[in-house]
């Protein structure tokens, strides 16, 4: 699989899947922050890269004090994929409505896009990312991390 499209929101997210698909990227979308860290704690290797929404129900192996009721749910599974050794150097494109998380991911995640995003820019962030990808897998580490709004 190219991409593991994390977000608790199915419908609105639908046709990014579609769209995605369109251009021949392989994606798979869960809506749970625990279903996506059992998958990836199954199979660190499932995918190339993740789009994650930030801000998620607490539920399961989520603890809600510790995700602040939902807006740090996505920020608190960063934290536990980065703790599986094989998954460490997968890319995340974070996707939130919120902000003012964006100090907060500075340097965690490989691109951070606003929502709503326009798909020129959806489609434009993953395809950067999974060159930068490419290039670290082929030792060319050039790779930086940007936010965008």
């Known amino acids: 699989m190219d991409i593991l499209l994390i977000d608790d929101e199915t419908r609105p997210m639908s046709g990014v899947v579609e769209l995605l698909r369109e251009n ?4 798979e979308q869960i ?3 625990t279903r996506a860290l059992q998958m990836l704690q199954k199979n660190p290797t499932l995918c190339k890269l993740i789009v994650l929404d930030m801000m998620m129900p607490a539920e399961g192996e989520f603890d809600p004090e510790e995700c602040e009721g939902g807006v740090r749910t996505g920020i608190v599974l960063l934290e536990k994929l980065r703790k599986i050794p094989e998954a460490q ?6 996707f939130t409505a919120y902000s003012k998380l964006q100090e ?4 965690k995640v490989g691109k951070f896009l606003l929502k709503p995003a326009r798909y020129d820019k959806i489609e434009a962030a993953i ?3 999974l060159e930068e990808r490419n ?3 082929n030792g060319d ?3 930086t991390a940007s936010i965008q709004t």
Not at 24 to 27: A, L, P, R
Not at 89 to 94: C, S
């Open 135 to 137: 290039h670290q897998s």
């Open 89 to 94: 150097n997968i890319p995340v494109l974070a």
């Open 127 to 129: 395809k950067e990312l």
């Open 31 to 33: 809506s749970s922050a």
């Open 141 to 143: 580490s050039h790779g």
């Open 104 to 107: 907060a991911l500075r340097g």
């Open 24 to 27: 021949n990227y392989v994606v």
